[in-house]
């Protein structure tokens, strides 16, 4: 079984933000990891 990891992008964020839990995940066996944008840059609204 293979496991899927999103990385989720978000404005503001740093490349270390996303390439420091990538290059960590990537390496665990039977797991695919990808970067994912989020679909929008308005803040969540309650």
């Known amino acids: 079984m ?3 990891i999103a990385i989720v ?3 503001g964020m740093t490349v270390l933000d996303a390439v420091g839990p990538y ?3 990537r390496t665990l066996p039977g797991t695919r990891t990808r970067p ?3 679909c929008s ?3 969540a609204r309650r």
């Open 2 to 4: 293979t496991f899927q």
């Open 41 to 43: 840059a308005e803040p």
């Open 9 to 11: 992008l978000y404005p």
């Open 23 to 25: 290059e960590v995940l």
């Open 36 to 38: 994912r944008p989020i």
